[in-house]
């Protein structure tokens, strides 16, 4: 009897740390995030205009990161496929260039880019070369025509 409930205490414990561990977060960047829920990746996709300037939470996998500085990540929403860009405008709020198959939470603003915007970008090849840190190699980052602009980044393990 002792034994039983010695072997059912371990599998709590074990169970609770699984939890505990699984379900904080591993790196943490910018302002704490505020929203309760996230936006699905997918509903932003088919209509970003009626989010555009919102403060939106979206999560998802990680399948692209900037290997210069971190300045962007692409997240992917395991249940739909949808992918978006979060982008740091100012190199405030970054990621690990090693974060790729992390899980990940960001929350920002949602930029919406005009066409007038966008045909300019594109004349410059849908492409930003911007300041590279010491030691960086040189590279460029994409342009999209929707992300979110980072305000929070939060990830966790694979």
């Known amino acids: 009897m002792k034994r039983t409930r010695m072997t059912i205490g371990a599998i709590a414990l074990v169970g ?12 943490k960047a910018g302002e704490p995030i505020g929203a309760k829920a996230s936006v699905s990746i997918a509903g932003l996709m088919e209509n970003p205009r009626a989010f555009a300037g919102e403060t939106v939470l979206v999560q998802g996998t990680v399948t692209g990161v900037c290997k210069g500085s971190g300045c962007w990540a692409l997240v992917e929403e395991g249940s739909s496929g949808a992918k978006i860009y979060a982008k740091s405008a100012d190199h405030s709020v970054t990621v690990p260039t090693t974060c790729e198959g992390a899980r990940i939470r960001v929350e920002g603003e949602l930029v919406v880019v005009e066409p007038v915007a966008a045909q300019a970008e594109q004349e410059c090849d849908h492409a930003h070369e911007h300041e590279h840190a010491e030691g960086e190699e040189p590279h460029v980052c994409p342009q999209p025509d929707c992300y979110v602009m980072l305000s929070a980044v939060e990830l966790f393990e694979k």
């Open 16 to 27: 609770l740390i699984a939890v505990a561990c699984g379900s904080e977060p591993y790196y």
